[in-house]
Every structure is written in structure tokens, then in C-alpha cells.
């Protein structure tokens, strides 16, 4: 079967760091990907990971272990804009992304 | 920067009656895919398509659902007789590659599809 786990909900303060996990279990694995999606509007591409380890870019990180089948994403310097849900989702054997349920991340002053 | 476009970006109809939701995919993309939010909900696949056809479907996308690649440009998804539960976010998505390789599938903005 298919089940991707996020938390539903996280807060943090403006400047800080907030890391947002996500366990996955699926038929194949060929690729993991991180989605920023505001309310109302379209996930939109954030990083993506296939080998173990860390990828950086900018304020934002993902790192991937594939034998644990988890990921996280990293979220440095906090702005508030960053609130929003974030997506994680597995790419399987096939193109067809399989999303999680999202991490609601508050962002506070 | 290039974009997935997505019209209407809201439909209200009437249980029943046949929705066509059109998407306008990058130009450069060759892969092609509708998924749909139920609200609250997770992001769920519906279809795929490449070279003018279905590469997979989902078990969400039965007989009352289609898609088409009418030229070179548009890309469709058709809802024969919409029912209470197809109210949803529908999402429209391209890529370069399918399988393998980094590039991401781009989402456009959605089009949110009231059944009353």
C-alpha cells in the first residue's frame, strides 16, 4: 500500500528555523519532492531529492534517507510568508505523484 | 518564467450536467496530468498522458471521466455527468521528463468546481 505521513500542523517564530519530517511507505520509490502550496492556489516546486542526503538551496534544505523512507524539509530564517502547507510526495516506478496530506506551518511574529 | 494555465479558475454547475475544464500546459513539456483536492484534502492523481495518449489512470478516473489533447496546446479533462463528490480543486500539471530525472512536475493555478 501507499501511505506518506506528515504532521498537520506547525508553528514557529519569525527568524527561526522549523524542520517539517515526512515517512513515507510506497510500492517503488524514484524521487521525492517538497511542494509549497498557499491557500487556494497551486503547489509549486520546492526541491527534490532521489539519493540520500542533504540538498540545499538557498533557505530552504531536504534531506532524504531512503532506507528509513524519510525525508525532511528545512526551513531557515523564517519570513512571514513562509506560512503555508507544505507538501511532501513520492514518485513510484511511474510519473504519478503521490502527495501527503501537507504540514500547515504558522508563522508568527 | 513559463507557466501552467488553467480556465475557468471557478465552475459552478448543476449535478449531472458535463464539465470541460482546459489547461494549457509549458510549451516545451511532454507530459501531461490532472489531479484534483477535495477540500481539507490531499492532492490526489488522476490521469496521465503522453504521446496523445493515457498512461495511467487512477481508480478515481472511471467512464465519466476523459481527456483529450484537441491540438497542439490544450490539454482537457471532460466530466460527462458531474456528481455531488466531484466538487473539488482541479489541478493541471506538465513536465519534461516523466520518469526519472529532477525536473518537477509544474502545477498550474486550478480550477475550483462547485457541483450544486
Known amino acids: 500500500g501507499q501511505n506518506i505521513d506528515q504532521p498537520t500542523e506547525m508553528t514557529a517564530t519569525e527568524g527561526a528555523i522549523v524542520q517539517i519530517n515526512c515517512t513515507y511507505q510506497?510500492?517503488?520509490?524514484?524521487?521525492l519532492f517538497w511542494y509549497q502550496q498557499h491557500a487556494g492556489e497551486a503547489p509549486t516546486f520546492l526541491s527534490y531529492?532521489?539519493?540520500?542526503g542533504l540538498e540545499e538551496k538557498g533557505r530552504f534544505s531536504s534531506f532524504l534517507s531512503r532506507s528509513k523512507g524519510y525525508s525532511y524539509l528545512l526551513l531557515k530564517e523564517l519570513q512571514m510568508k513562509d506560512s503555508a502547507s507544505y507538501l511532501c510526495a513520492v514518485r513510484e516506478e511511474t510519473d504519478k505523484l503521490i502527495f501527503g496530506t501537507g504540514t500547515r506551518l504558522q508563522v508568527f511574529p | 518564467e513559463p507557466e501552467v494555465t488553467q480556465t475557468p479558475s471557478h465552475q459552478v454547475t448543476q449535478m449531472g450536467q458535463e464539465v470541460i475544464l482546459r489547461c494549457v500546459p509549458i510549451?516545451?513539456?511532454?507530459?501531461f496530468y490532472w489531479y484534483r483536492q477535495i477540500l481539507g484534502q490531499k492532492v490526489e492523481f488522476l490521469v496521465s498522458?503522453?504521446?496523445?495518449?493515457?498512461?495511467?489512470k487512477s481508480e478515481i478516473f472511471d467512464d465519466q471521466f476523459s481527456v483529450e489533447r484537441p491540438d497542439g496546446s490544450n490539454f482537457t479533462l471532460k466530466i460527462r455527468s458531474t456528481k455531488l463528490e466531484d466538487s473539488a480543486m482541479y489541478f493541471c500539471?506538465?513536465?519534461?521528463?516523466?520518469?526519472?530525472?529532477?525536473?518537477?512536475?509544474?502545477f498550474g493555478d486550478g480550477t475550483r468546481l462547485s457541483i450544486l
Open positions: 510506497t510500492s517503488g520509490f524514484n524521487g
Open positions: 531529492n532521489v539519493l540520500d
Open positions: 510549451s516545451n513539456h511532454l507530459y
Open positions: 498522458f503522453y504521446n496523445n495518449e493515457i498512461s495511467e
Open positions: 500539471a506538465s513536465s519534461v521528463h516523466g520518469t526519472g530525472g529532477s525536473q518537477p512536475q509544474h
